[in-house]
C-alpha cells in the first residue's frame, strides 16, 4: 500500500471520524420531490442476500417454543436458509437462559482430570436451527469454565442473588490454560456435528473463533488469541477438511486488532476462508437513564447509517492490504443500528426506534448501502446479520432490539425481511434523483445520513421485477407532515400488460406497534385487542393490486408518495 494509501487508511478509521450516535436536527431540509429511474434491460449481476442471517446472545432460546416459532418464520422467508449465530456455545452452565447469557455446556473434565464431552443442551439449539431449515455460524467461544487459566481468578466479583459467580461474570473470556485441550474440544465438536446433521449439511456452517477480541470478550493478549485462532483451526480441519474457517469477529473499533489477525494468518498462510467484523449506528449516552417509566431521553440521540459504513469501509480496507484476503467473504455478523440488544425504551426512550417503522426502512436502507460499498471497495460482503431474536419476560413493545414482543407479536422490523425476502436475484440498475450515496461518506464530516429517497431494484428469470423504494433520515424525531412525490419510470421492459402490486411499511401500514398505541398502550391487552394488533403484523398491500401497460418503447411510469418514513415494495409481474 501507498504512503498516501496507509495515510488514508488511518485517518478513516480514527474513532473521531463519527460520534457514538447522532444529534436530532429539527432544521433539516426535507426531499421534496424524487425522480426514479429503473432499467429493466440493465443487469448488474447477483443480487447478494445480505440479510439472510441472523445472531443473538441468548442461545438457550433458539429452542423455546417461541424460538423455534422465529426460526421458522425466518424459514418462510428464503429458499437457501439463513445463517443463524448464537453467542456462548461453549460456555458452562446449567442451559437457564437470561438476557445477555447462555451456555451450550459440551467441555468437562473428571475428578481425575480426564476430559469428557456432553451435548445435551448444544444439540437442542443447533437442532432447533437445521430442523426449520437454516444453517449454523458456529461461533466458537467461550472458554469452559474446567480450561480457565490459574489468572482468571484474578477476576472476583461480589456475590449477590442476581450474580450466579465470577464465571458468568467475564472468566470465560480468559484464553484456555491449555490450548492442546481446546484443540481437541474443537475436533470433538465438530466431529459430533457431522455425524448428526450429516456432511452436506455441516459443509454450509461457517466456523469463526470467538467474539469481538479487541474489546472484553477477551482478556488475552493478541498473540495469544492468534495462537488459539492455529489451534481452533487445526481441530476444526482435523475432521471437516473443506470447513469454511475464520475471524475474528472484532468490533467496529477493532481496526488495529484486524490487521494484526491477518497480518499472522497471512504470514504463516493459516486457512482463512472468510474474514468476520462487526458494525453498530449508535451507543446512547446514558444507555440507562434511571428515570421514571417511560420518561423523555435526556438528550435526543440517533443512529447513524454513516458511522456503519465508514466502520465498515475500514474493516474492507484493512482486508485490501493483504492481497490474498481482498475478495475473501467479509461476513458483518453483527450490523446494527443501536447496542446493546437487551437495553429498551424503559432504559433510554431513544431506543424507541426499534419499535417503529424507522427501524424497518433503515434496515432497507442499510443493505443496499452495503451493496454499493461493497462494489465500490471491490469487496465481497456477503453476510450483514441482524443481532436480533426475542426475549422471554418482555412487556408488549419492550423497545428491545427484537423481531417479536410479548404473545409472539411481530414488530415492524420483521417486515423488512418479509419485503427482502421478496427482491428477485439479479439486481438492476436503478438510481434516484434525491438519494444520498456511498460516495459521499468523506464529506459526512461525522454527521448522521439525512434524509433521501433510494432505490434497490431486482428481477427474476421469469422477468419478474421487484423494487425497494424508500424515504428515510438517520433522525429519528423528524417527521414530515407531507408525503414526497416520487415519479418512478421504469425502461427496458418488454411490451405488454403486468401485474402491479405495491406493499408499504410505514406509520399506517404493516405496523402492528400504531395499532398498539392506538388503543393506549395496554400492557393488559384483551383478547378483542390482541386479535386487532395481530391482523397488523405482516407486510400490508398500500393498494388493491393493479393491471398497468408498458408501452412499445418498453417503459412504463408510475406516481407514488412517501411519507417520512416509509419503504414501499413495487412487484411487476408480466401477465402472459
Known amino acids: 500500500m501507498s504512503t498516501t494509501a496507509q495515510n488514508t487508511h488511518v485517518n478513516l478509521t480514527s474513532s473521531r471520524a463519527f460520534p457514538p450516535h447522532a444529534p436530532s436536527d429539527p432544521t433539516a431540509p426535507h426531499v421534496t420531490s424524487a425522480q426514479v429511474e429503473i432499467d429493466a434491460g440493465h443487469e448488474t449481476g447477483s443480487l447478494t442476500r445480505l440479510w439472510e442471517s441472523v445472531g443473538y446472545d441468548e442461545i438457550n432460546w433458539t429452542y423455546t417454543p417461541t424460538g423455534r416459532h422465529l426460526l421458522s418464520t425466518f424459514g418462510e422467508l428464503t429458499s437457501t436458509g439463513y445463517h443463524i449465530r448464537p453467542h456462548y456455545a ?41 430442523s426449520a431449515g437454516h444453517h449454523v455460524l458456529v461461533e466458537i467461544g467461550f472458554t469452559p469454565r474446567d480450561l480457565l487459566p490459574p ?50 449439511e455441516v459443509d454450509t456452517w461457517l466456523w469463526e473463533l470467538w467474539n469481538e477480541p479487541d474489546i472484553f470478550y477477551w482478556r488475552g493478549t493478541p498473540e495469544q488469541f492468534h495462537e488459539l485462532y492455529a489451534a481452533t483451526v487445526e481441530g476444526v480441519r482435523s475432521v471437516l477438511p473443506s470447513a469454511k474457517v475464520g ?38 449516552t446514558p444507555w440507562r437513564v434511571y428515570g421514571p417509566t417511560g420518561g423523555e431521553a435526556p438528550e435526543k440521540q440517533n443512529p447513524s447509517a454513516h458511522k456503519m459504513l465508514h466502520e465498515v469501509r475500514s474493516m474492507l ?16 455478523d453483527e450490523c446494527d443500528a443501536g447496542v446493546p440488544a437487551h437495553f429498551s425504551f424503559y432504559d433510554n426512550a431513544n431506543f424507541r426506534f426499534q419499535n417503529t417503522e424507522y427501524f424497518p426502512v433503515f434496515q432497507v436502507k442499510l443493505m443496499k448501502k452495503l451493496l454499493d460499498l461493497s462494489a465500490q471497495e471491490g469487496a465481497n460482503i456477503q453476510q450483514a446479520m441482524s443481532w436480533s431474536f426475542y426475549f422471554e419476560g418482555e412487556r408488549f413493545f419492550e423497545g428491545t432490539r427484537a423481531f417479536l414482543t410479548a404473545d409472539r407479536l411481530e414488530k415492524p422490523l420483521l417486515n423488512a425481511y418479509r419485503l427482502l425476502a421478496q427482491m ?27 434524509e433521501e429517497v433510494d432505490v434497490l431494484a431486482s428481477r427474476d428469470g421469469d422477468g419478474r421485477i421487484a423494487a425497494a423504494l424508500w424515504r428515510h433520515t438517520d433522525d429519528q424525531y423528524r417527521t ?68 398497468v401497460d408498458a408501452t412499445a418503447e418498453g417503459a412504463l411510469e408510475l406516481i407514488l408518495e412517501l411519507p417520512l418514513p416509509a419503504v414501499s415494495l413495487l412487484v411487476l409481474e408480466p401477465i402472459r
Open 90 to 130: 461453549l460456555c458452562s452452565g446449567s442451559g437457564f437462559g437470561i438476557p445477555h447469557w447462555g451456555n451450550g455446556n459440551v467441555y468437562h473434565e473428571d475428578a481425575d482430570g480426564t476430559p469428557y464431552y456432553d451435548f445435551t443442551i448444544l444439540d437442542q439449539a443447533y437442532d432447533a436451527i437445521v
Open 151 to 200: 489468572e482468571a481468578a484474578e477476576l472476583t466479583v461480589t456475590s449477590s442473588p442476581t450474580v450466579y459467580s465470577a464465571y458468568e461474570a467475564g472468566q470465560w473470556a480468559y484464553p484456555p490454560r491449555d490450548y492442546d485441550r481446546w484443540r481437541d474440544l474443537i475436533a470433538a465438536v465438530a466431529a459430533h456435528c457431522l455425524e448428526r446433521y450429516g456432511a452436506e
Open 247 to 284: 475471524g475474528p469477529a472484532v468490533t467496529g473499533g477493532g481496526a488495529e486488532f484486524l490487521d494484526g489477525f491477518l497480518a499472522y494468518t497471512n504470514e504463516r498462510e493459516l486457512p482463512l476462508d472468510f474474514v468476520s467484523f462487526h458494525t453498530k449506528g449508535s451507543s446512547f
Open 317 to 332: 480496507r484493512v482486508m485490501a492490504k493483504y492481497p490474498a484476503y481482498r475478495s475473501l467473504p467479509a461476513i458483518i
Open 424 to 450: 428477485g436475484q439479479t439486481r438492476l440498475e436503478a438510481r434516484s434523483s434525491a438519494a444520498h450515496g456511498v460516495e459521499l461518506l468523506d464529506q459526512a464530516e461525522g454527521r448522521s445520513m439525512p
Open 480 to 547: 414530515a407532515e407531507e408525503p414526497t412525490p416520487v415519479n418512478l419510470t421504469v425502461r427496458g421492459l418488454e411490451q405488454g400488460s403486468y401485474r402491479l402490486s405495491h406493499r408499504r411499511i410505514d406509520a399506517e401500514h404493516s405496523n402492528s406497534h400504531t395499532v398498539w398505541q392506538r388503543l393506549g398502550s395496554p400492557q393488559v391487552p384483551t383478547p378483542e385487542q390482541l386479535a386487532q394488533i395481530h391482523a397488523r403484523e405482516g407486510l400490508e398491500d398500500l393498494a388493491e393490486p393493479a393491471t
